[in-house]
């Protein structure tokens, strides 16, 4: 490997190509990456904005889907800039960065992402992405630079309304406009046929046009609604859900089709009909 490793993942979601992304928040073992590959997922999201994982819980499971050949992003708590270069040395090969607002935030995150001159992530002489060879700074640094994506999470009507500016930033590779927050800061959470939902789409897509980035939406489960934010200009770079959400949808399906199973079962007695 050398300076050409390039960076098959925005090439894949470029092409057009359908990509699936399983986020990660309860699980701690290495299985869970199993089962994303096994499940036909070319990335994984694992999530320390919303749970107590440690960082190194959260290395070891990056390291595991490089291995697989996913690709591994972690969602950093907010403004927790200082454990991003951390987590890419630990096997990270994006960043996603919550609620970003401003310009500064979000080069700030890109910076931290980056060697010098583009960024000011610290200096290490091995990486994942090369098979933890030791490699020359002049090798290393650009290859590395290149294989990194970083996602900066636009979730307030301030953050779209900085978009544009976002969007020029050097470093910064996607956008992704989280639906959740957002309504929730317009009063109207989970209301996501809200007009403004669309408007702020619209937005970020025209940015993302502009400066050549990529734009993802997050948060929106009915298909339709999303069907229709589609055409504005989203990349398809899809979250099929967190584990924990899909382990309680799999047991509640569980528990229901048990409880189903036994009301028709012949031990039941029938004293109480008429």
Do not use: W
């Not at 499971?61 to 907010?78: K, Q």
């Amino acid at each position: 490997m050398g300076e050409t490793m390039g960076n098959p993942f925005l090439d894949r979601l470029r092409a057009g190509e359908l990509t699936l992304m399983l986020g990660i928040r309860g699980s701690r073992t290495t299985e869970i990456v199993h089962i994303a590959r096994s499940t036909g997922h070319h990335a994984i999201m694992v999530d320390l904005e919303h749970s107590t994982m440690p960082t190194d819980v959260a290395a070891m499971l990056c390291a595991a889907a490089d291995g697989f050949g996913l690709t591994p992003f972690v969602r950093v708590p907010e403004r927790e800039y200082g454990m991003i270069g951390r987590l890419l040395d630990g096997g990270a090969h994006g960043i996603i960065a919550p609620r970003i607002e401003t310009v500064d935030e979000a080069r700030q995150v890109a910076r931290a992402c980056r060697f010098a001159p583009r960024g000011q992530r610290s200096q290490t002489a091995m990486a994942p992405q090369l098979g933890m060879r030791p490699t020359p700074a002049a090798t290393l640094n650009p290859a590395v630079d290149d294989a990194i994506v970083v996602q900066i999470l636009l979730e307030t009507p301030a953050g779209i309304a900085n978009a544009d500016a976002i969007a020029e930033v050097d470093g910064v590779d996607m956008l992704v406009f989280g639906a959740n927050d957002f309504t929730a800061e317009l009063g109207v959470p989970g209301q996501y046929g809200d007009p403004r939902v669309r408007d702020a789409v619209a937005s970020a897509a025209e940015a993302c046009r502009r400066h050549g980035k990529l734009l993802m939406v997050g948060g929106i489960a009915d298909p339709q609604l999303y069907d229709a934010l589609v055409p504005l200009g989203v990349c398809p770079l899809v979250l099929t859900g967190a584990d924990t959400a899909l382990l309680y949808q799999a047991a509640n399906a569980a528990a229901a089709q048990a409880t189903a199973r036994d009301r028709k079962s012949p031990h039941r007695t029938t004293d109480n009909q008429d």
